[in-house]
């Protein structure tokens, strides 16, 4: 992959695919690994992504990356509220004081 995909939502799955004939690592029952990026939607969609092996560790760390800026998002919204009430607060104060 030529760019590098730095935030990703979603969540890695492995498979394993299973040719039904003219395949000796299936017919041995071995299958083949597949990598998919399923992403989860609204209304309980999801679409399935098929992942080359070398876009994995790319892909994992993307949605990695997802959670730590979802939870600095969350920390910041948390702080924004609690301003928001000290505001708020502070105001009815000053209302009462003057
Ligand atoms: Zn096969």
Redesign the pocket.
Known sequence: MSSVISVLRGSLLERT???TSG????ARG???PLWVLTVGYPGGKTRQVSLRPEQVPQVREAIEHYHDCKQTLEAISELNQFLLRLDREESKNQERES
Request: overall charge neutral; hydrophobic content about 20%.
């Open positions: 695919i299973h040719h395949c000796l690592k299936c071995e299958g083949h």
